[in-house]
T-cell receptor
């Protein structure tokens, strides 16, 4: 299917475990992003990538790691999950140029117990 | 630092009304502004993108305007329907084509 897909849609994990959220896009967009959405905080940027092998931190990057070995994939890893990382995570992508739309995945709801 | 604010935070209206949702931003040096819709438990759906050189953009019953000098954008929804019930978010890029800065959102409910 064309578009941007995230997996899993729902995940429950224990404190201290490592967990990886997957994001795949089929448009060959250069830019990819990870956001988290929390009540009272809205959407906040965790990490972004301008191209394969180029990543940069966002506003709330502590405790997260990303990689981008292929243009279409942008996995997000929580190295040692904490309860404060319970959230809904959204992946997004956009193309080159100053006026291209950003497109979002359906989100992953992560609960850390 | 760019800050984006949306007013009102919530809105409840009867079906058929014309609506205006507001978005304001502190740094007028933006390339574009994008409006999104988010249904409960779902991802964000792009509605409209207005380029900095444009003043308006239309899609069906939706019309978005942009006034960079005053740091404002409005989303006009004509003849609202219950299916329009959702949260509406505006966002501006922090620089170039990279990270978006989101507003706090307006939660809209349209009742029959």
């Amino acid at each position: 299917d064309a578009g941007i897909t995230q997996s899993p849609r729902y995940k429950i994990t224990e404190t201290g475990r490592q967990v990886t959220l997957m994001c795949h896009q089929t448009w060959s967009h250069s830019y990819m992003f990870w956001y988290r959405q929390d009540l009272g905080h809205g959407l906040r940027l965790i990490y972004y990538s301008a191209a394969a092998d180029i990543t940069d931190k966002g506003e709330v990057s502590d405790g997260y790691v990303v990689s981008r070995s292929k243009t279409e994939n942008f996995p997000l890893t929580l190295e040692s999950a904490t309860r404060s990382q319970t959230s809904v995570y959204f992946c997004a992508s956009s193309g080159e140029g100053e006026n291209t739309e950003a497109f979002f995945g359906q989100g992953t709801r992560l609960t850390v117990v | 630092k760019q800050e984006v604010t949306q007013i009102p935070a919530a809105l409840s209206v009867p079906e058929g009304e014309n609506l205006v949702l507001n978005c304001s931003f502190t740094d007028s040096a933006i390339y574009n502004l994008q409006w999104f819709r988010q249904d409960p438990g779902k991802g964000l759906t792009s509605l409209l993108l207005i380029q900095s050189s444009q003043r308006e953009q239309t899609s069906g019953r939706l019309n978005a305007s942009l006034d960079k000098s005053s740091g404002r954008s409005t989303l006009y929804i004509a003849a609202s329907q219950p299916g329009d019930s959702a949260t509406y978010l505006c966002a501006v890029p922090a620089g170039g084509n990279d990270k978006l800065i989101f507003g706090t959102g307006t939660r809209l409910q349209v009742f029959p």
